[in-house]
Structure formats: C-alpha cells, structure tokens
Nanobody
Framework: QVRLVESGGGLVQAGDSLNLSCAAS????????MDWFRQAPGIDRESDRE????????????WYGSSVKDRFTISIDNAKNVVYLQMNSLEPGDTAVYYC???????????????????WGKGALVTVSS
C-alpha cells in the first residue's frame, strides 16, 4: 500500500524559507515521477490544485510551475525514500496546503495535472505572513 506523508509545514514570514519533506513507502518508485501540488485557501476541488514541481524518482531534469520557478527546488533522497521541496523567498501567495503525489508518467510533462496523479499524501499547511 502506497503511503505518502508530508512534514515541515508551518507559519513563516515573507522572504523566509521552508523545506518540506515527503516520506514515501509501499512500492518501488523507480519508474515513477514524484510531484508537489498545492491547494490555496478557497480552492475546494482536488482537480484545481496547482502544479508546483515534479521529478522522476531515478533522476533527470525537474519541472516547475511558473509561479515557483527559480524559488523552489525539488529533490529526492533515494536511500531514505524522501522527496523534498526547498522553498525560498516565500510570498503570501504561496500560502496553501502542499501535497506530495505520485505519477506513472510517461513523461514529466504528463505529470503536471492533478488528474494524472495516482496517489496523494494528506498535505502540509504552509502559511506565509506579510
């Protein structure tokens, strides 16, 4: 059974940094993509979650949403089975629940839509004050 558990969320001020973690277990993720999405306050539907970042478990070029590119970095520690999202220069507009998810692919560009994710974590709340 696939399990994704996010941690590291919290309340920070604009300009601060946070590093989210996603502990992944329950399958061999070697052929999958790992994603981060976020759901801002007032957004009710899973299908409206915003794509943040994606990376193939085995490595390669990461893919970022336009609103976070150059500020956020996705990485994977294969030995620990942990996916990270380093978030720098946080802005109030980054306030959201951040979700870790898995995607079968076949390409990273396929894995930028919520409907292509096959498993989700429960999310971690990040609040950025101005």
């Amino acid at each position: 059974q696939v399990r994704l558990v996010e941690s590291g969320g919290g309340l920070v001020q604009a300009g601060d940094s946070l590093n989210l973690s996603c502990a992944a277990s329950g399958r061999d993720f070697g052929h999958y993509f790992m994603d981060w999405f976020r759901q801002a306050p007032g957004i009710d539907r899973e299908s409206d979650r915003e794509f943040v970042a994606a990376l193939r478990w085995s490595g390669g070029r990461p893919w970022y949403g336009s609103s976070v590119k150059d500020r956020f970095t996705i990485s994977i520690d294969n030995a620990k089975n942990v996916v990270y999202l380093q978030m720098n220069s946080l802005e109030p507009g980054d306030t959201a629940v951040y979700y870790c998810a898995t995607c079968v692919g076949p390409s990273v560009s396929t894995c930028t839509r919520p409907e292509t994710m096959d498993h989700w974590g429960k999310g971690a709340l990040v609040t950025v004050s101005s």
